[in-house]
């Protein structure tokens, strides 16, 4: 004879039962979150940290949060087809929507008092297929891991401790390079005159199955002219959108897509150490910006440029900043869409730039 619980012990196994799996999905939520350990960096504290002393700017990208959307195409010559299997590399010409950026958390700051600015892409295939990257002008990233790009973050706001962002450069050396970089490379006039770069490493898979490590560049077709920084400051607070705009206006502005392969052993966990000049290098194909778009309220407006949506054939490296950015970037994305009402539009809101 089977011994049958009772309905009451039936009951109260079942409540049981309800009741575990709430508290697991509660203990889920506050690890996620960060609630058990206050001291793990979350995707909202770095993005936290970004804010400028005044708080965000409601409605915008919590970096970046200055620039001008275009849209255009990506003309592949087929080239890169050896190293990847990705739909945008086969020999065709696939639509883009782009923006040339400010690394800055203030949509107002005047052009000239902004050291990097970006590029930032979605190419769509035929299939559908997507690749988004976003890129700076820097050869290299100023620290080594997302952590520390938190660490310079809080040591950069520390008004308390006068010392904090010295004892943070000594301990990230490699904040010396980018401090160089910044303070000896020429500025340019023109989104149009930058060479923009990925820094972080990716693997491409091609359709053999290899893989191989990379990084990529877009190297503009307009030569670069160094303008003096003091002299840019004459030209208005927005010259960038305006340059943009009127190069456009005449002709479509292009980019090469140029393709480094690492050399085995070169360092792809850290966008802060530059590979040697002298690595492999495959010219994939044009970018040819041919629209400039409304910033404020156009195509872009809704587009999170997240570095880890790649189409088949490119994937993640050991790399850590890609899965990072693409947390902090959808919280960014998640709390300046919810704050839609505080966001300019055209024409009734009124445009910024
Ligand atoms: C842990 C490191 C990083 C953090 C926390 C971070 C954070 C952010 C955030 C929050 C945004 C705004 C995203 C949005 O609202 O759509 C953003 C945009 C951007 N970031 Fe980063 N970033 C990091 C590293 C990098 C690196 C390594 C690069 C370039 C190699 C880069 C280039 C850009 C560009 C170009 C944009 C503008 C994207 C757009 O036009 O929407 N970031 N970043």
């Given amino acids: 004879m089977v011994d049958r619980p009772t309905s009451n012990t039936s009951t109260v196994r079942s409540l049981s039962l309800i009741a575990v799996v709430v508290v697991a999905l509660v203990a889920a939520f506050a690890f996620t979150a960060g609630w058990l350990s206050p001291a793990r960096l979350t995707p909202a504290k770095i993005v936290n940290a970004l804010a400028p002393p005044g708080g965000a700017a409601l409605g915008f990208r919590r970096n970046h949060a200055k620039g001008v959307c275009f849209t255009g195409n990506f003309e592949s010559n087929g080239a890169a087809v050896a190293l990847s299997k990705a739909p ?7 639509p883009v929507t782009g ?137 208005g607070a927005d010259f960038l959108a305006a340059d943009i705009t009127q190069r456009v206006h005449t002709a479509p502005q292009r980019w090469t897509l140029v393709v480094t392969v690492a050399n085995p052993g070169d ?9 040697p000049e002298d690595r492999r290098k495959v010219e994939a194909g044009t970018l040819v910006v041919s629209a400039i778009e409304p910033e404020d309220d156009g195509p872009c407006r809704d587009l999170n440029f997240d570095p880890t949506v790649l189409p088949p054939g490119m994937h993640v490296s050991d790399d850590p900043f890609p899965a990072a950015r693409s947390a902090a970037y959808a919280v960014s994305f998640n709390r300046r869409t919810a704050e839609d009402k505080d966001y300019p539009r055209h024409p009734a809101g009124g445009a910024t730039q």
């Fill in 267 to 275: 360092p792809t966990a850290d966008p802060s150490k530059a590979w």
């Fill in 88 to 94: 945008v590399f086969a020999p065709g010409s696939y």
């Fill in 99 to 235: 923006r040339f950026n400010l690394a800055t958390a203030d949509p107002k700051a005047p052009d000239a008092t902004v050291r990097v600015r970006g590029l930032s892409l979605r190419i769509v295939a035929a299939n559908g297929s997507e690749w988004r990257t976003a890129m700076i002008d820097a050869p290299f990233f100023p620290v080594a891991t997302p952590q520390a790009f938190y660490g310079l973050l809080q040591a950069s706001a520390n008004t308390n401790d006068p010392d904090a962002m010295k004892n943070f450069a000594a301990a990230h050396p490699e904040l010396g390079n980018f401090g160089a970089w910044a303070g000896s490379a020429p500025w340019t006039a023109s989104y149009a005159q930058e060479r923009y770069n990925s820094l972080n490493s990716f693997i491409f898979t091609n359709a053999a199955g290899q893989n191989q490590a990379v990084r990529w560049s877009f190297v503009p077709a307009a030569q670069p002219e160094a303008i003096p920084a003091d002299q840019l400051k004459a030209h």
